[in-house]
């Protein structure tokens, strides 16, 4: 057996910007948009077995509260009020208990985080937090604040949805025989299947997630570059459209002052990222196509693209599942393309890499290789035969077949 070294853990820690930052109920619902089935429970356990981490937590805070006697409709009734306002209430007593209840986090602006982190209320993993020990938070007012249950909200970051969908792939079995299952032995022996298969992929699974975090890392950097060009562009838009500019005339005159800037600065910009996260331009490239590759691997409308290329944008909008994961990937796809671009490189456009994929990319680690005999599947290399005979593994189960 080859000994495989242990996976440092601050490399299965995400980076992320704050504005792809979503709470653990919104993600799970991001997830579920793309067809990706994920519950709080399996995010809490692939937590425990240090594969799968949120990006952060955030403490929602304390508010503290007096009761106060205010006259309402005919009577005098008790209510409750936030302390620092207390004074400015027309009131005939005020309660000596302070009460809590939990603050409420906002997500307003670029860098809402800043706030929670300049307070000390953001904990980052891997931590002791033991979020499922706490109980489950209440809306009430307590004088005794651990009576308010867990005060930490769990935020992802929605990019982690693409490599959930390749933990799940690899952690998801199909049993289609029912006839299995007719007595407790067939169930037992399908939690048996299940545990050695999570057993098995542990290891090779946490080394997926921690390339993909170093390409997610990337993924930021270049995020910010690309959103601060068009943030320019929609300032200096306004500011002409102000100036009474025609709005035609304003959008290609801010189009090329951006694209200008973008010659001027941007090149130098990306090459930073490079020796920042000490990145080479092959493996950008080797991301490129694998967010291509993932894309039409689930890209449900590839038969249908003619018929539905004229549909209003706003249409296809509304489209869920495997269908919007792959535009998710796609669009990856597109900003990489506009990296390479900008560091002088000449890519192949997604258009070209799309329709070029099925024969040429191995299905596990997403790179072209070239076929050694008629009939391959994988590239060869170890990790994806593996990969490939976990495949197999599964459909014989599917048809019901075990060894
Ligand atoms: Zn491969």
Redesign the pocket.
């Known amino acids: 057996m080859t000994k495989i070294e242990p996976i440092s853990i601050s490399k299965l820690i995400p980076s992320f910007r704050q504005l792809d930052l979503i709470s653990e109920d919104k993600f799970i619902r991001y997830c579920r948009d793309r067809n990706i089935r994920i519950s709080e429970k399996d995010l809490r356990f692939y937590e425990k077995k240090k594969l799968l981490y949120p990006a952060v937590y955030v403490h929602r805070g304390y508010i503290s509260m007096r009761k106060a006697l205010v006259f309402r409709r005919k009577d005098w009734e008790w209510q409750y009020f936030e302390e620092k306002e207390i004074n400015n209430i027309n009131c005939r007593a005020v309660a000596l208990e302070i009460y809590y209840m939990l603050g409420g986090i906002s997500l307003r602006g670029q860098n809402w985080l800043d706030y929670y982190i300049e307070r000390d209320m953001v904990v980052y993993p891997p931590n002791n937090l033991c979020i499922e020990d706490y109980p489950i938070p209440t809306e009430t007012f307590e004088i005794d604040i651990k009576k308010l249950g867990n005060p930490y909200e769990t935020y992802y970051n929605r990019y982690q949805a693409i490599i959930i969908k390749e933990i799940l792939s690899y952690l998801t079995m199909t049993f289609m025989n029912e006839s299995l299952f007719q007595d407790d032995k067939g169930w037992i022996q399908a939690g048996k299947e299940l545990k050695k298969l999570f057993k098995s992929n542990i290891l090779f699974l946490r080394e997926r997630v921690k390339e993909y975090y170093r390409c997610l890392s990337f993924y930021n950097e270049l995020k910010d570059i690309r959103i601060k060009s068009i943030l320019e562009l929609n300032e200096f838009y306004e500011q002409l459209i102000k100036n009474g500019v025609p709005k035609e005339e304003a959008f290609l005159d801010a189009k090329s002052h951006v694209e200008l800037q973008e010659r001027d600065r941007t090149p130098m910009q990306c090459k930073e990222i490079l020796s920042k996260l000490i990145l080479k331009s092959e493996e950008i490239v080797k991301w490129q196509k694998m967010f291509v590759a993932r894309a039409r691997q689930n890209d449900p409308a590839i038969p249908f693209y003619d018929y539905i290329k004229d549909l209003p944008k706003e249409v296809m909008a509304t489209v869920k599942g495997d269908y919007l994961f792959s535009q998710d990937c796609y669009r990856i796809a597109e900003d990489i393309t506009w990296f390479l671009k900008m560091i002088g490189m000449k890519p192949k456009s997604v258009k070209e890499l799309a329709t070029f994929w099925r024969h040429n990319v ?1 299905p ?2 997403h ?1 072209f ?1 070239l076929p050694k005999r008629k009939n391959s599947q ?2 060869g ?1 170890k990790d ?1 035969v593996r990969g490939h005979k976990n495949h197999l593994k599964k459909l014989r189960r599917k048809m019901g077949i075990y060894d």
Do not use: A, D, I, N
């Open positions: 191995c596990y680690c790179e290789y994988t590239c290399k994806c």
